[in-house]
């Protein structure tokens, strides 16, 4: 899976790395310790729409055939639609995780309720309705 921009200005992996604390930077190590996520650039930026940080993660995608992790929409769309990948944005990694067992749905609730301000309502409702049907 390719790690995508998560905030403005910052990757993950960067936010991470630096020490950042707050839950794109904790879900970003969860998922890097259990092997889920690599961090690498592209060979090429075959990708130049959007930002530098959606270019990047849809180009790494299509470079390796690897799944895309993004939030902004459109390119998301973009992705999948154009580019034929598969894409998944935060709120679908943490069901994911959740799912698999290594974060315990409570847990994924409050994922969620850290990133509400900052991500699409439409997406942290479908996921709060999926993780809610957890067992």
Do not use: Y
Not at 8 to 35: C, K, S, W, Y
Not at 84 to 93: A, R, S
């Amino acid at each position: 899976m390719v790690a995508g921009r998560l905030q403005e200005g910052a990757h993950a992996a960067e936010a991470a790395r630096d020490g950042a604390h707050g839950p794109a930077a904790a879900l970003f190590q969860q998922v890097r310790m259990h092997g889920a996520i690599r961090v690498t650039d592209p060979d090429m930026l075959t990708v130049t729409l959007f930002g530098k940080g959606e270019a990047a993660t849809l180009s790494l995608a299509v470079e390796r055939n690897w799944i895309a992790l993004i939030n902004e929409i459109r390119a998301g769309a973009h992705g999948r639609d154009v580019l034929g990948l598969t894409v998944m944005n935060v709120p679908q990694l943490i069901l994911a995780v959740c799912a698999a067992g290594h974060v315990l749905p409570v847990k994924g609730q409050q994922m969620l309720a850290k990133i509400a301000k900052v991500t699409s309502p439409r997406l942290i409702q479908e996921a709060t309705r999926v993780l809610d049907a957890l067992p």
